[in-house]
């Protein structure tokens, strides 16, 4: 939790740039896993978290824009749930923390909630994509539940967009908290990736090095020799030398902000073969964007400058031909990077994705692409000074899609399929860090995890 005077200032701003009615905000429940009592982890929602900045299920509150009047609605621990669960603070202390006045029983929220309504004010309330929330809405609107995001506020939605987007020096400090874990991370899972060993047994060692941290995972770890697989969440495998292990992880903070970082391990210590051509062709293409970044510059020339690197460096290994700036235009290079750059990354680890990618990574002056590969950008317009942004490139080696795109002879000018076929069982290869965007750059955020072709063998062969 931060100083009081943050989230009042960033509750006072987010009123400033309303300009009538009551804006609806609901923390995220308990979820149970398979009954009522066996809970999932708990994660309160992030825009509940940005505003009001407490971490604990079955809260909602209200900002009245037009009597400037804060409201957090909850309940205080009953005896039976003291008995449980242990004495907790009373919500009125805990709401006075973060600078709200007036704190009233759930159930006053339909009453407040009902005025509105009666009095034909607007009601701005945020995508859902918890159902008991929904439903919730549903009997507060009378709106159907499955029909409540397209009664979303795009008013609220642009807004708060505008102030999440840019970190604070205090959100930063608590995205490098994160990523000290999530080095942590790494680093054990280079010395633990090693032939004869399994999947599960890295990523449980490290889910077990975030849990004894006090912290959670920003998401499912990502720990797989097949890492062509973009999002794999397996981790059944056997691990054999040779192979190369791709691990996409991050840790959050006690504050919930999220750190995300992708290396790529050699099993038994040293990249083979052509996979040390592959990898430094990754490498490379990172490096240039991340010097590309800086304030004014679309995200979406940025991802294109890293798919044209990656195109000139395959072009050299005889995969690609032709006209490089042509074959990129045309999406020639999908098939072997089908995914975008990079995206936004705070409190969520696709920061604020829930609000709705139109508007958090496109506006006005760039529409998202119906082409492959490109289509999947979740960033694309101009960068400004406080965004985080993750950078990374990948290479992946798909066989049913190798297979479709030779029978349908998609970019056949510039793919050859011959020497492709030799590189169908390459796998994949992602390298991925974290930046701040500065005032004539960025900087990249955290401390130092291996990335060098030399220092990644180094540690994996420890």
């Avoid at 030799?422 to 930046?435: K, L, P, Q, Y």
Wanted: glycine share 8%; proline share 4%.
């Amino acid at each position: 939790m931060f100083d009081r005077a943050t989230y009042v200032q960033r509750r006072a701003r987010l009123m400033d740039d309303l300009e009538s009615g009551l804006v609806l905000f609901l923390g995220n429940p308990e979820m149970p896993a398979n009954y009522a009592d066996n809970t999932l982890p708990f994660r309160q929602d992030s825009s509940f978290l940005y505003f009001w900045g407490l971490d604990s299920p079955d809260l909602a509150a209200t900002l009245d824009i037009d009597e400037r009047r804060e409201t957090i609605y909850g309940h205080d621990f009953t005896i039976d749930e003291i008995v449980w669960r242990g004495p907790q603070p009373k919500l009125a202390d805990r709401a006075a923390e973060v600078g709200v006045p007036e704190c009233l029983p759930r159930e006053a929220l339909a009453e407040r909630v009902g005025k509105a309504l009666l009095a034909r004010r607007p009601i701005h309330v945020l995508p859902q994509y918890a159902v008991r929330n929904a439903v919730l809405l549903e009997w507060l609107l009378g709106i159907r539940a499955t029909a409540i995001n397209q009664y979303s506020s795009i008013a609220l939605i642009e807004a708060i967009v505008r102030q999440r987007a840019r970190k604070s020096d205090e959100e930063l400090r608590e995205i490098e908290r994160a990523l000290d874990i999530t080095a942590d991370m790494h680093l054990l899972a280079m010395h633990r990736a090693r032939p004869g060993v399994y999947e599960r047994e890295v990523a449980g060692a490290m889910h077990g090095l975030v849990a004894g941290s006090g912290v959670q995972l920003a998401f499912p770890i990502i720990f797989s020799i097949h890492g062509e697989t973009l999002h794999n969440h397996e981790h059944g495998n056997l691990m054999q030398a040779g192979q190369m292990a791709v691990n996409d992880s991050g840790a959050e903070s006690e504050g919930h902000y999220a750190a995300d970082i992708t290396r790529t391990i050699p099993i038994g210590g040293c990249f083979q073969g052509v996979q040390r051509d592959l990898y430094q062709t990754v490498v490379r293409a990172q490096k240039k964007a991340i010097e590309a970044i800086r304030p004014g510059v679309p995200f979406k020339k940025i991802h294109l400058l890293a798919c044209r690197s990656l195109a000139g460096d395959l072009k050299d290994l005889g995969l690609m031909r032709g006209d490089l700036d042509s074959a990129v235009q045309a999406g020639a290079h999908a098939l072997f990077f089908q995914c975008g750059l990079g995206h936004m990354m705070g409190l969520d680890v696709h920061d604020m994705e829930g609000l709705g990618e139109q508007y958090v990574g496109y506006d006005e002056t760039v529409q998202r692409s119906p082409q492959f590969g490109l289509k999947s950008l979740r960033m694309a317009r101009a960068l400004e000074a406080g965004f985080v942004m993750t950078v990374e490139p990948g290479l992946y080696f798909i066989p049913t899609l190798i297979d479709l795109w030779r029978a349908e002879k998609q970019c056949a000018e510039f793919i050859n399929y011959d020497v492709v076929e030799r590189f169908r069982n390459a796998g994949g290869i992602r390298v991925e860090d974290d930046v701040v965007v500065t005032e004539t750059g960025c900087r990249i955020l955290g401390k130092p995890i291996p990335l060098a072709i030399e220092e990644v063998e180094g540690e994996a062969a420890k």
